[in-house]
């Protein structure tokens, strides 16, 4: 009995853990977007400034 319910905690452990590093990779491709994106409309900004 025990056994069994060790096994189960560990595979739901497993799917989270899973799941965690998939919404760290998405996170991590999204700031990397964002950054690029944030740095082109500072670029606009200073060039609307200086004109």
Known sequence: M???????IEDEVREIYKKSRL???????????????VRYIYKIL???LNI
Do not use: D, P, S
């Open 2 to 8: 025990n056994e069994l319910v060790a096994k189960k």
């Open 23 to 37: 919404l760290l990779h998405f996170w991590w491709e999204g700031t990397k977007c964002f950054r690029i994106l």
């Open 46 to 48: 200073v060039a609307i």
